[in-house]
């Protein structure tokens, strides 16, 4: 798939904004200063994976950056430490606050 210029640089940018979303956390930063206190190195490294499609030329995006179809409803569930580490990134479950 062919992508152009500026979705590169859209790409690029979310990229961009999740490092420093981690890297200016004060709960990561506290986890990770701990875990050097208790003797460790530590090296962090993570996987993002990011999909997307194109939409077809009727499909329109509302105001608010929906699209015209509905939404497909998804759950997911979650185990303690997953749950821990999207709070972690600022990233609140559904019934949180």
């Given at each position: 798939m062919e992508l152009d210029d500026n979705f590169k640089r859209l790409v690029q940018e979310l990229g961009q904004a999740i490092n420093s979303a981690l890297t200016t956390s004060e709960d990561v930063a506290d986890v990770?200063?701990?875990?050097?206190?208790?003797?460790?190195d530590l090296l962090l490294v993570l996987?993002?994976?990011i999909g997307f499609n194109k939409r077809a030329a009727g499909?329109?995006?509302s105001a608010d950056g929906e699209t015209s179809h509905p939404p497909v409803p998804l759950?997911?569930?979650f185990s303690p430490e997953d749950a821990r580490f999207l709070r972690a990134l600022k990233i609140n479950l559904d019934g949180e606050n």
């Open positions: 990770m200063g701990r875990i050097r206190a208790a003797g460790y996987e993002l994976t499909e329109g995006v759950r997911l569930t």
